[in-house]
């Protein structure tokens, strides 16, 4: 018995103090940093803007068989609602949110409140009617019930290109409204050329700095590790001077001949622009992880092979590529991960056609303000790069994860 | 057979350079260009004639007399240098905790303090903008230097635990039973040794509070504008050379930051214990 506390107490003694070690910053990341994630996906599922503002219409519609046109009192009660939401300057926003749901209720809604202030008396239903025809349509009063809801997964439908019918039913987004499913393939496409290109451009660098002889390796690791530190805006300006239209390397090609100064090619604000910069942004991220593989890999092992008759591209096949594996995976698992959120160099070179998901997020953060669909498409987005993290811990450990 | 090879490796070693010429171009075309005496962005004849006329120092006039400038680096200083010591210390003790094979759920921990390192900066700085501003945090400088030490914190916990892995526990005994208490322990035998690495992830925190500019976009005001932030604001709206002026700089900064590094890297490898 006596023996059996002692264990006890030497093992919970150490357990205990590391866990207090780490719980300061636990707590810290929690509050600072787990807790605006989900705020951003209770906004992307949780709207209470139109639920608040037309309670008792709400209330009522519940009962509404939705066939035809609801009874005078559900008018009545939406015509005072309404008023009131005018006078306490919520009516903007309500009108908003139904005309994201229905479009062109917007004008209906701010419009007909204005009108109404002149109404005296019902009925309701004729005086509504008259003032906007929309009153009379079913499609509305569908749209405020949806609208209504606290809770609704339409930004999520919303952000894969689909939408919920008045029927409850679940279809595509009619053709010229379907992008964001675009945007996210896109997106991945791009993701993944652009770890191409850092594992085509990353590898052999690696290479050459593992197998170099000390002096020549640290000075190379510098010359991969200086953009490494530096400003990203720093090095995305820096793609603006060399790649614009007017920029060193347009004029380069004028003054060689290659190029007329009516033929300057355009590699900036476009696709092109996002995929130069964003590689050589990420390149570093590659380069790293390989070159610690390979710096473990004895030279020897090559000669071995070719003193055994193996050709140059058999034994780097054959021996030397299977042991690089694992950084190729790491390198190119980190570089694929800070890819797909990549916001800043698309932002800033992409023009029109080389934006990303991350850029649609902001777009509705910053521009159409419909935090809701930029919370789902966060969310869609977080999702898919939680899945990637824990595949990189499963694969490489996020323990072994080292900085330059 | 040996020509052939010999092609090979002119072709590898001729890519080789090319890669490092797309690596490191891209800086170094900046530096020549900030001095530029014409509001240009690329090389007028005068500067590639090396002639004295084409250069001048006006765009770094423009930056010391341009309030918008001196106020950024200012409150860049100020909300990096607090969100650093903030990071740096949580970071530190919660590096010692997982560092000892007594922790449980170790994994799970780790993952989750190194989550806001990989966390598209995007989704980080939505959800910290609704956060904040729920909190009337948002528009101030207490709420920029809870963020952006949260994002400098995987910084930290990666550097201090890499060089705790190399850390011989002996010591901390031996210590322990000369009758040393566990804060004297930590104080004059872990921490001297720990020392590069915590100076090392702080000066990674610093770094990414200092190049940070979504957080500062969706929660910054007027009053906490940074050098990035104005940067930013240069670079989409009207880009002046002064952007390649205050370019410059940074990169002179980002070349003393990973000097300093690479020295203490070379200096903890270096002494006995690491090893």
Known sequence: MQSNTNIKTNTLRPRLR??????????????????????????????????????????????????????????????????????????????????RVHSGLRSVFTRSARELQDVREGPWRDAMIGLNTAWGDVQTWHAIRSAGAHFTARHYLNALDLQPLSDGSIDRQPPERRIYLALLWRTFIVSLSITALCLLLGYPIAHLIAHSPPRIANLLLILVLVPFWTSLLVRTTSWIVLL?????????????????????????????????????????????????????????????????????FQSFWRVYWPQTLPGVGAGSLLVFILAIGYYITPALVGGSTGQLISNMIAYHMQTSLNWSLAGALGGILLVCVIALYLLYDRIVGIDRMKLG | MISTQRIGRGAYLASCTLIFAFLIAPI???????????????????????????????????????????????????????????????????????????????????????????????????????????????????????????????????????????????????????????????????LPIIAPGVISGALFAFATSFDEVVVVLFMGGIEQRTIPRQMWAGIREQISPTILAVATFLIAFAVLLLLTVEWLRRRSVASPQAD
């Open chain 1, 18 to 99: 590391a866990t207090g070690l780490v719980l300061p910053l636990l707590a810290f990341i929690a509050v600072t940093f787990i807790a605006p994630l989900a705020t951003m996906l209770v906004h992307s599922v949780y709207d209470p803007t139109v639920a608040d503002a037309l309670p008792e219409t709400l209330k009522l519609l519940k009962e509404w068989d939705g066939n035809s046109t609801p009874d005078e009192v559900v008018y009545a009660t939406a015509a005072r609602e309404l008023l009131k939401a005018r006078q306490d300057r919520s009516l903007g926003r309500v009108a908003t949110r139904v005309n």
């Open chain 1, 244 to 312: 614009q239209t007017q920029g060193v390397i347009n004029d380069l090609l004028v003054t060689l001949g290659l190029i007329g100064d009516d033929g300057r090619l355009a590699m900036i604000y476009n696709m092109t622009g996002t995929l130069v910069a964003m590689t050589h942004v990420l390149l570093p991220f590659m380069i790293l992880p390989l070159y610690s593989i390979m710096r473990a890999i004895p030279p020897g092992q090559m000669s071995a092979a070719a003193s055994l008759g193996a050709s140059s």
């Open chain 2, 28 to 190: 170094l075309v900046i530096v020549p260009l900030s001095f530029n005496a014409e509001p240009y962005f690329t090389f007028t004849e005068g500067m590639l004639r090396l002639d004295a006329e084409a250069y001048s120092l006006r765009w770094y006039r423009q930056i010391i007399e341009n309030e918008l400038w001196t106020r950024g680096l200012i409150n860049s200083l100020i909300i990096g240098i607090a969100s650093t010591a903030l990071a740096t210390a949580l970071g530190t003790l919660a590096a010692l905790g997982l560092s000892s094979p007594a922790m449980p759920g170790r994994r799970f921990a780790m993952a989750l303090l190194i989550s806001p390192m990989v966390t598209p900066v995007i989704i980080s700085a939505a959800g910290m903008f609704f956060f904040y501003s729920s909190l009337s945090l948002a528009q101030t400088h207490i709420g920029l230097i809870l963020s952006h030490a949260a994002l400098g914190t995987p910084f930290v916990v990666i550097t201090v635990t890499a060089t705790l892995s190399a850390f011989d526990t002996n010591l901390t005994r031996a210590a322990a039973s000369l009758g040393a208490s566990p804060l004297l322990t930590f104080r004059r035998v872990q």
